[in-house]
């Protein structure tokens, strides 16, 4: 029996590789686009390869995640520096040190105290609680990191895995459930305010440059912060569908235990975390990177002894983290190459001539796709340029059709697009297709909504020059 499965195994490894090698050799034996450069064509061959074998599996995910590095220096697309450099850039050592942060948290005992403090406010049904983690998420991510917010509510509930005996490779529909619900959410809520992540002053940074306006930092909240509660509930459903759990209500015995009173040990991690906290908050005012914040505080935590750094390096998922660093890596491939330029002048000149709604919703669908493979500040910075012009020409609003850059780019289709989710498959309980069933239509579900959602409410708050539901 046990012989069969490694037969199994060696099989479908075997066909997942000959897929994505095939598929690669289709691309690159196409003859070359028009306005595409070689360089360009040999990378869309290697992304579509790269992407095959990371959504299989076929390959242990960390080293498809080598080899994508490696592939871009063989194959000519980018010299070695600038393949490997990615690998740790501020962004990825950040989610680095953010992975840290979670396992610290379930090491010091502080994410089981977490974990009481929500169930006591939310109770123990799953409807309800799961209700409170998709809001709370979206909101916070909205003034806060959206990689720190997943660490913290993410970890926190990994305990009621372990008290129900669910292990990653005994993941059910309530654990993949959770684990998806979390990162989603919290990737959905970036768009809020200036605070929420890079592509919000990106955005507003390539608008004045391109038209003069400065966009401030209530009015772009008074404009998205309303509107990131409609993909938080649409999050909620869509992941409710998916994974539809199976129990009602997680066990009493979670708050029935009786937690003692925190010892020194806990205090101080919290102390340093909200000290973390704190300085995060204020990056915009220090120009302190947050990558260096997370530093100081690890350098706090393991220097008083609070937590073992033996103990994190051993539990650290390196795999996960490689991903992040590969897909970052083929980001910049994507736009060093000119792939993203020339795939974004294909697209978006479809959209010329269409109601405000349709250039919103079709930039959006591109900007979503794009963040898929390439930071969210990148996707905007690189869509805008074109995206405004287009908008000035077509008469609409320019503001508004930026504003679907930051939007769109929280909306990703790929476990790659974003810190939270890596963080979240760095846990095990869920395979690429399980997030790939619910990002895809999550992705298009909430691009349609907010895009519906903004038509109604932005003319009746008075956003200049566009008519309710793009009816004049």
């Not at 006591?120 to 998709?134: C, D, E, H, M, R």
């Not at 690189?382 to 679907?404: D, Y």
């Not at 990703?412 to 890596?422: N, S």
Request: proline share 6%; hydrophobic share 55%; aromatic share 12%.
């Amino acid at each position: 029996m046990e012989e069969d499965v490694v037969v199994k195994s060696n099989r479908s490894i075997l066909i997942g590789v000959l897929v994505a090698l095939a598929a690669g050799l289709f691309i690159y034996a196409l003859p070359t686009p028009e306005g595409l450069s070689p360089q360009g064509h040999r990378y869309l061959a290697l992304l579509v390869t790269i992407i095959i074998l990371w959504v299989s599996e076929a390959l242990p995910i960390g080293v498809t995640g080598l080899l994508a590095g490696a592939s871009l220096i063989l194959f000519q697309i980018q010299p070695a520096a600038k393949a490997w450099e990615p690998f740790a850039n501020p962004a990825v050592m950040f989610v680095l040190m953010i992975m840290m942060f979670g396992i610290i948290l379930d090491e010091a005992g502080v994410a089981k105290r977490i974990l009481h403090i929500i169930i006591k406010a939310a109770g123990t049904n799953v409807k309800k609680v799961s209700l409170v983690l998709a809001i709370s998420s979206a909101y916070l991510s909205a003034f806060f990191h959206d990689a720190t917010i997943t660490i913290i509510l993410l970890f926190s509930f990994l305990p009621v895995f372990a008290a129900m005996g669910i292990t990653p490779s005994k993941s059910n529909n309530l654990s993949k459930f959770f684990v998806i619900l979390i990162p989603l959410s919290a990737s959905a809520g970036g768009f809020g305010t200036m605070l929420g992540g890079g592509r919000n002053p990106v955005m507003a940074a390539k608008l004045q440059a391109i038209t003069g306006y400065e966009m401030g930092f209530l009015e772009f909240a008074m404009l998205n912060l309303p509107l990131v509660l409609i993909p938080a509930l649409a999050t909620w459903v869509i992941c409710f569908l998916a994974f539809r759990p199976d129990i009602k209500h997680l066990p009493a015995s979670i708050t029935a235990e009786e937690l003692p009173p925190m010892n020194i040990k806990q205090k101080g991690v919290v102390g340093f975390f909200a000290l973390a906290f704190f300085l995060w908050a204020l990056t915009d005012i220090t120009k302190v990177h947050y990558s260096v914040v997370a530093a100081g505080a690890l350098a706090l935590i393991f220097g008083f002894r609070l937590v073992s750094f033996d103990i994190v390096f051993k539990k650290f998922p390196w795999e996960s983290w490689l991903v992040f660093g590969a897909g970052v890596a083929m980001g910049i491939a994507m736009l060093d190459s000119g792939a993203g330029k020339w795939a974004a002048g294909k697209f978006l000149p479809l959209l010329e001539g269409q109601n405000w709604m349709v250039v919103f919703a079709g930039s959006g669908l591109l900007g979503s796709i794009m963040s898929s493979f390439m930071s969210n500040s990148a996707a905007t910075a690189l869509i805008l340029p074109i995206t405004i012009p287009m908008a000035q020409t077509m008469g609409i609003p320019e503001t508004a059709i930026a504003l679907s850059a930051p939007i769109s780019t929280s909306f990703i289709m790929l476990v790659i697009g974003c810190p939270p989710t890596i963080i979240a498959y760095s846990t095990g309980y869920f395979s690429q297709m399980d997030f790939i069933k619910v990002a895809v239509p999550w992705s298009i579900v909430c691009i349609f909504l907010v895009t519906v959602s903004a038509a109604i409410y932005w003319p009746l708050i008075g956003f200049e020059g566009l008519p309710l539901l793009g009816i004049r």
